[in-house]
């Protein structure tokens, strides 16, 4: 069992829906991260958040560490923010634990 | 432009032929990592190095080695190659081990082992 669950695995959205994508795990930790990957490309890290929320342009991380959850929310969606989303937690030992994303598709 | 540098972009390779998959970084980073990513598993860490001269084992180590000569350099070797090793490898970088720091990822080097 992934110790980080991703909700939904896919996700497909019109241009301009408000989307959210969420991340519960089962351990305490001292930071989350969220990453995304396009299609056939390499892998950014676009937050790494240990309390309250960040914001960058038209994407949102929010995290609830008493309830081991994390959001990831993208206002007026495009067809570019069509990607993988993955989030991760530190484990022990450099080893960080990563969900299995959830694929996004927003359409025209 | 600072970043990760993997080489090669993508390889086909015999069974039981040997490879290694090299990394290369500018940002003077203390922390490597080497992940393979399959389908429907997400990303495993196979091993890591948080500071030079030394390594640790991931999830998936079998079949792998790893070397940290200088704080450059994380080159990733497959001693005798296998088909269940096709997959598609990610070196990463952070400023310590701690997971409390970003993550900077190399483009990836897909193998296909026949």
């Known amino acids: 069992k992934n110790e980080v669950e991703q909700s939904p695995q896919n996700l497909t959205a019109q241009e301009g829906e408000f989307i959210t994508i969420n991340c519960s795990y089962s351990v305490g930790i001292s930071a989350l991260h969220w990453l995304q990957q396009h299609p056939g490309g390499g892998i950014v890290s676009l937050f790494m958040?240990?309390?309250g929320k960040k914001k960058h342009g038209r994407l949102i991380a929010t995290i609830n560490i008493q309830e081991k959850h994390s959001s990831l929310h993208i206002t007026a969606s495009h067809p570019r923010d069509s990607a993988v989303y993955i989030c991760?937690?530190?484990?022990?030992?450099?080893?960080?634990?990563f969900g299995t994303g959830t694929r996004l598709q927003v359409t025209l | 432009i600072a970043g990760i540098t993997q080489a090669p972009t993508s390889q086909i390779l015999a069974a039981g032929r040997r490879m290694t998959l090299r990394c290369t970084q500018d940002?003077?980073?203390?922390?490597m990592y080497w992940y393979r990513q399959d389908l429907g598993l997400g990303l495993r860490l196979i091993h890591y190095?948080?500071?030079?001269?030394?390594?640790g084992k991931g999830e998936v180590p079998d079949g792998y080695s790893v070397s940290r000569a200088n704080t450059d350099d994380f080159p990733l070797t497959l001693a005798s190659a296998v088909p269940s090793q096709t997959s598609v490898y990610f070196c990463a970088s952070s400023v310590d081990g701690s997971g409390a720091n970003v993550l900077t990822f190399g483009a990836g080097s897909r193998l296909t082992v026949l």
């Open positions: 190095s948080n500071t030079a001269g030394t390594t």
């Open positions: 940002m003077r980073h203390n922390a």
């Open positions: 991760a937690r530190p484990g022990t030992a450099s080893k960080l634990t």
């Open positions: 958040l240990s309390s």
